[in-house]
Structures are given as structure tokens and as C-alpha cells.
């Protein structure tokens, strides 16, 4: 796992601005992205615990692990804070879960035609990509 340098992330964070027409807001409007047309949205149980977390860690990354990409690895982007490019091989070695604990929690393709988008204040997480959708709920 690394963290991203100043200017990937900065790219990273423009690129998915504009994709997903992203609307970062602690009030609305809900959801804060235009979700893809190959999607599902799950809302959160109100109180999640490490079981929980878990089996959506494992779901999250054994679906990265069979789909498609065009490389190694996923982004994790943490809106505020640090951001990372997380080897796909070992992605569920790493304390990612994709959970938005706090602030929003994404999970990307590096070409970011599918992943994850945790919303902490929805509270949901939306998953897309036709064959990562898929495989997460296999």
C-alpha cells in the first residue's frame, strides 16, 4: 500500500469530481454522486460491528480480486485525508474496509468503472461495475 503524492491525488480527486458528479455534504443532497447505471446501493445497519465490517471487507476485495482491471491496483480514497494505491493481491491483508466511518470511503479501479462509494451521513455504500457488482453479491 502507498500513499498517494500531492499530484496523483489531486488528479485522482478531479477525475471523480467530474465522473461521478460528486457533491460532498454532511446535509444533502443524498446520494452525493450520480450513481451508475450498473449499480446497487445498500443502506448500513444501524449499529455494524467487526463481523459485519469484515464480510464486507472480504465481499469488497474478492470481487476486485476477479474482475477485470487493467492493473494491480485499487485506489482508496478517504475524502480529507490520505489516499492510497492498494495492491489488489493483497488489498484484505490491509486495514481498508471500505466502511465510511466518519467521512466518505471509495474504492476504485484504477480506470474507476467500478468500486465502492461509502456515504457516512446517507448512510449507505453504492457498488458499480456490472461484473464487480456481480461477484460482491455472489
Known amino acids: 500500500m502507498r500513499i498517494l ?5 489531486q488528479k485522482i480527486w478531479d477525475i471523480f469530481y467530474e465522473r461521478f458528479n460528486f457533491r460532498p455534504s454532511v446535509n444533502g ?14 443502506g448500513f445497519a444501524a449499529n455494524v460491528n467487526d463481523e459485519m465490517l469484515g464480510e464486507l471487507k472480504t465481499s469488497i476485495f474478492d470481487a476486485f480480486e476477479v474482475t477485470d482491471s487493467l492493473s494491480n491496483e485499487i485506489y482508496y480514497l478517504d475524502w480529507q485525508h490520505e ?39 446517507e448512510p449507505s455504500i453504492c457498488l458499480f461495475g456490472d461484473e464487480f457488482v456481480q461477484a460482491v453479491l455472489r
Open 5 to 9: 503524492e500531492n499530484s496523483e491525488y
Open 29 to 42: 443532497p443524498f446520494p452525493a454522486i450520480s450513481e451508475p447505471l450498473r449499480s446497487i446501493t445498500f
Open 83 to 121: 489516499c492510497y494505491a492498494i495492491n489488489r493481491s493483497t488489498a484484505k491483508s490491509s486495514w481498508v474496509n471500505g466502511f465510511p466511518d466518519g467521512d466518505y470511503a471509495i474504492l476504485l479501479a484504477k480506470d474507476m468503472c467500478s468500486g465502492t462509494f461509502g456515504h457516512p451521513w
